[in-house]
């Protein structure tokens, strides 16, 4: 007798039942999950469950493609996944007499049509900012990425979620200036006009080209009252950049001042 079989078995025998466990479990494990239960993919036909791990697949290339995650980690600002953010940038600076930095060149050279214009929250931006946000939570992110997400946050009104993230950018990332123009557009839309005058000359005295700073300095101090101040500021933009949307918009108020 072979060692290992029972009474009456034979070699044969014991390779057919041996076959049968190994093919039982295969079967268990195709059709049921770890709980005992029966998979729901068990009722597809091979058609089905073939789309089914298409569909799958077309997912995740997409998420990857989509988020596009850069070299040193985070996100392109400037890929594809991005444009929800860019997008709502730039009709909440169409909207409004200031400018959110990182869209100067897209904007419409058109003025702006009311005060405080919000653009609207779309699914594919929420997902964006969501995104960004959990990234920046991680530490993943770098000073421009802040900066899409705060001013995405600011272009739709979401101020306590702008504020929150603005107040620890600002050690984060000590001295970059397109934050600190952020600062400046927060305290502007909650009627602070000192501090956010304050914040856009903080970025001047460093660094006298920067263009959003200059146009939304200028912008503030003729709200204020300020024409002559406002006039310098507006002339200067165009100096700067006088092919750009914002040296048309400046020319408009620079003629709007001299009525």
Do not use: C
């Not at 939570?137 to 603005?166: C, F, H, M, P």
């Amino acid at each position: 007798m072979t060692e290992g079989l029972s009474p009456g078995d034979t070699p044969g025998r014991e390779a057919v039942r041996a076959a049968k466990a190994v093919a039982e479990r295969q079967y268990k494990r195709k059709h049921f999950d770890r709980r005992g239960k029966r998979s729901w993919l068990a009722g597809l036909s091979p058609a089905g469950r073939t789309l089914v791990a298409t569909a799958i697949i077309a997912v995740f290339v997409a998420a990857v493609v989509w988020l596009r995650p850069m070299p040193g980690g985070g996100f392109d600002p400037y890929s594809d996944s991005m444009v929800p953010v860019t997008d709502a940038l730039i009709a909440a600076s169409e909207r409004n007499p200031l400018v959110l930095p990182g869209v100067e060149s897209e904007i419409s050279s058109a003025p702006a049509t009311v005060r405080s214009g919000l653009a609207p929250v779309t699914p594919s931006l929420d997902v964006t900012l969501s995104t960004l946000a959990t990234a920046y939570n991680k530490g993943k992110v770098s000073a421009d990425e802040a900066q899409w997400l705060i001013g995405g946050y600011l272009a739709t009104g979401q101020l306590e979620n702008a504020r929150g993230y603005l107040e620890d950018a600002v050690t984060r990332f000590p001295g970059d200036p397109d934050i600190r123009v952020l600062e400046g557009m927060l305290a502007w839309s909650g009627n602070d006009v000192d501090r956010a005058i304050d914040r856009f000359e903080s970025v001047l005295r460093e660094d006298n080209n920067h263009l959003t700073a200059t146009f939304n300095l200028a912008t503030v101090k003729m709200e204020s009252g300020d024409a002559e101040a406002a006039r310098l500021l507006f002339e200067r933009v165009i100096q700067l950049a006088p092919d750009s949307p914002l040296a048309v918009r400046a020319q408009t108020n620079l003629s709007k001042l001299s009525h």
